[in-house]
């Protein structure tokens, strides 16, 4: 079986004739779906042609984080409510006005009737799906507890999405302050300073403050060498991101020296031991072996620090040494999370322990994230303040200078 595309004609509660086309399961679905829209079916045929095919390319990801977590927890509900899993799928699916999420859905609700697991199903879309989801869903169906792991998942993703997005908002004002001040500066140099000199040049005698004799030739250079800057920064930026992206040590560098940076790299160390902390606690607890839920982890991170210290944790394992090792020899990790984690390893129940580091983290995450907004706030205004007042003060210089020469 595979999905069909049907071109119909119907009438809305107006009388108007409204032409399209339909990805679905059958007929069935795709009359209950016009119906549901408040359409009466004329005409339903059949439609495969090459823009119907050409339509289901799609390049990037269909789900989006928070449409995987609404989904989970819309899936959840149907479950828990006795609703099999194909037609909870296709209850989903008729729901979705984006034809993107909902072939997406009726393909799942179609490979589960070909004989899939929900988790091979799902595991056909690693785009949408994450490993760790996959998994967890498999342990899901072998309990038969799949809908409270699938609302245990939902509730998983909306607290990382959720600490993701107060990180962003933590770092996104003061880079938007900052470019903007950069952008004011810029200005200031390139088209009104050169106006002052104009102005000087005028009167005889006239002595330019040094401030402001600083920034007249800063200017005259940029206006004298802005192909060649342009060109420089250019050439800079592109041999950077080259170096980050296929030069190991390159990358691990910049990382490391981030992470050493007073504020984001406590914001970058609190993100990724949240997101170690939460993966580990939520599969050791439902069974998952140690080292396979590791190496789901280290495909879950994006920095090479932390990457490097999942892969050294399941050497450490595979070799017999202790899996508290790397945590402890880490400089980029908290000593209480290393302590947890070698307490929870002496003990025998690393599986508690990382729930209980999931749950410490979770709750102070917002107060430190409100504790660095409050100590980057006063600073980035005195850097703002301070850029501003002085390229001001090189302005008001020479007036003040001019009036006492009159």
Same mark, same amino acid.
């Given at each position: 079986m595979k999905l069909r595309n049907y071109k119909y004609i119907a009438e809305n509660q107006k009388g108007k004739i409204v032409k399209g086309h339909f990805e679905t399961i059958n007929k069935y679905t795709c009359t209950k779906y016009l119906e549901s829209k408040n359409l009466k079916v004329k005409k339903l045929t059949e439609s495969n042609n090459i823009f119907t095919k050409l339509n289901q390319i799609v390049v990037s990801a269909v789900l989006k984080k928070r449409q995987l977590i609404f989904f989970l927890k819309q899936l959840s509900a149907l479950l828990k409510a006795g609703i099999t899993i194909t037609s909870a799928l !296709?209850?989903?699916?008729?729901?979705?006005?984006?034809?993107?999420?909902? %072939?997406?859905? /009726?393909?799942?609700?179609?490979? @589960?009737?070909?004989?899939?697991?929900? *988790?091979?199903a799902l595991g056909k879309h690693p785009k949408e799906f994450p490993k760790m989801l996959i998994q967890m869903v498999e342990i899901g169906e072998i309990s038969g507890n799949l809908h409270e792991t699938i609302l245990k998942m939902a509730d998983y993703y909306d607290k990382q999405a959720k600490i993701s997005s107060s990180i962003k908002s933590t770092v996104r004002m003061p880079i938007m302050y900052l470019g903007l001040t950069i952008v004011v500066a810029v200005g200031l140099v390139l088209f009104v300073f050169p106006s002052i000199t104009d102005l000087f040049v005028s009167i005889d005698g006239a002595e330019l403050p040094g401030i402001t004799a600083f920034f007249l030739n800063a200017s005259d250079f940029m206006a004298n060498n802005i192909i060649i800057i342009l060109v420089v920064t250019i050439v800079g930026a592109a041999?950077?991101? /080259?170096?980050?992206?296929?030069?190991?040590?390159?990358?691990?560098?910049? *990382?490391?020296a981030l992470l050493k940076t007073p504020i984001f790299g406590q914001l970058i160390q609190m993100y990724n031991q949240i997101l170690i902390a939460n993966s580990l606690s939520q599969m050791l607890s439902s069974g998952i072996n140690t080292l396979y839920a590791l190496q789901t982890i280290r495909e879950l991170l994006s920095n090479v620090v932390y990457i490097e210290l999942i892969e050294n944790t399941i050497r450490n394992i595979t070799d017999g040494s202790p899996f508290s090792k790397s945590f402890l020899e *880490?400089?980029? @990790?908290?000593? @209480?999370?290393? %302590?947890?984690?070698?307490?929870? !390893?002496?003990?025998?129940? @690393?599986? *508690?322990?990382?729930?209980?580091?999931s749950e410490y983290y979770n709750d102070m995450s917002e107060l430190r994230i409100e504790k660095i907004k409050n100590t980057l706030q006063p600073v980035l205004l005195i850097i703002v303040y301070t850029i501003i007042g002085v390229m001001l003060l090189a302005i008001m210089l020479p007036m003040l200078s001019l009036g006492s020469q009159i």
């Open positions: !296709e209850v989903l699916a008729l729901q979705q006005d984006n034809k993107y999420l909902r %072939r997406l859905f /009726f393909t799942l609700n179609l490979d @589960i009737g070909n004989g899939l697991t929900f *988790s091979q041999g950077i991101y /080259f170096l980050y992206n296929y030069v190991p040590k390159v990358k691990y560098f910049f *990382s490391a *880490s400089d980029y @990790i908290d000593p @209480i999370m290393a %302590r947890m984690v070698a307490t929870g !390893e002496n003990t025998g129940d @690393i599986p *508690s322990l990382m729930n209980g580091l």
